[in-house]
Nanobody, 126 residues
């Protein structure tokens, strides 16, 4: 089992940047694929980005946009989400999640993740 703790959220003006961190404890982070999701008030939880357990492959909700970058440091058991050029519509609670690798699981589907953090609030003012 693994525990996830997000940090790095806060209030930022439009156009600004934030870096979210997700610290894992328990089993080694390298055991899991990791993802970031977000949920805005009144909306469903939305996939943001994911990275494989070895860090070699990433996928994004909108790869063409290029504003967000997911990365991981398995030596530090930490996953990051660098967010640039933030917009008010990025305002949401951001969640880190861990997925046990298994055949057929999708890294962009929240129901395929096994463990979740408590979330960190990101608010982007206009």
């Amino acid at each position: 089992q693994v525990q996830l703790v997000e940090s790095g959220g806060g209030l930022v003006q439009a156009g600004g940047s934030l870096r979210l961190s997700c610290a894992t404890s328990g089993r080694a982070a390298s055991t899991y694929h990791m993802g970031w999701f977000r949920q805005a008030p009144g909306k469903e939880r939305q996939f943001v980005a994911a990275v494989t357990r070895d860090g070699k492959s990433t996928n994004y909700a909108d790869p063409r946009e290029g504003r967000f970058t997911i990365s991981r440091d398995n030596a530090k058991n930490t996953v990051y989400l660098q967010m640039n050029s933030l917009k008010p519509e990025d305002t949401a609670v951001y969640y880190c999640a861990a997925q046990i690798p298994q055949f057929g699981a999708s890294r962009s589907r929240d129901t395929d993740y096994n463990y979740w953090g408590q979330g960190t609030q990101v608010t982007v003012s206009s």
